[in-house]
Nanobody, 121 residues
Framework: QVQLVESGGGLVQPGGSLRLSCAAS????????MGWYRQAPGKERELVAG???????NYADSVKGRFTISSDNAKNTVYLQMNSLNPEDTAVYYC???????????????WGQGTLVTVSS
């Protein structure tokens, strides 16, 4: 089994910053891709940012220049540094690990339970 545990959400004022963390644990041999998605009330889940094991990244246009995704492959952990937050960033943020190869040779995709980010004065 593979689990993802997110942390770092909370309440922040507009213009503020937060850093989210997502740690993968379990019978992991390797992870090809980890990403952050978010879902605001009444909206569909959307990709925020992703990072491959080789280090390449991708971002939603709405967060480019404000959010930075990084990873520590040795710890199977991905981070999302969020700066210049605005109320439109309010959402539940979910971590996703894709093409996770387990020690038994299986490939799985895994989601975290989500962490709430609220941007409000």
């Amino acid at each position: 089994q593979v689990q993802l545990v997110e942390s770092g959400g909370g309440l922040v004022q507009p213009g503020g910053s937060l850093r989210l963390s997502c740690a993968a644990s379990g019978s992991i041999f390797s992870i090809n891709y980890m990403g952050w998605y978010r879902q605001a009330p009444g909206k569909e889940r959307e990709l925020v940012a992703g990072i491959r094991s080789v280090g390449s990244t991708n971002y939603a246009d709405s967060v480019k220049g404000r959010f930075t995704i990084s990873s520590d492959n040795a710890k199977n952990t991905v981070y999302l540094q969020m700066n210049s937050l605005n109320p439109e960033d309010t959402a539940v943020y979910y971590c996703n690990a894709r093409d996770v190869r387990t020690v038994s040779g299986r490939y799985v995709d895994v989601w975290g339970q989500g962490t709430l980010v609220t941007v409000s004065s």
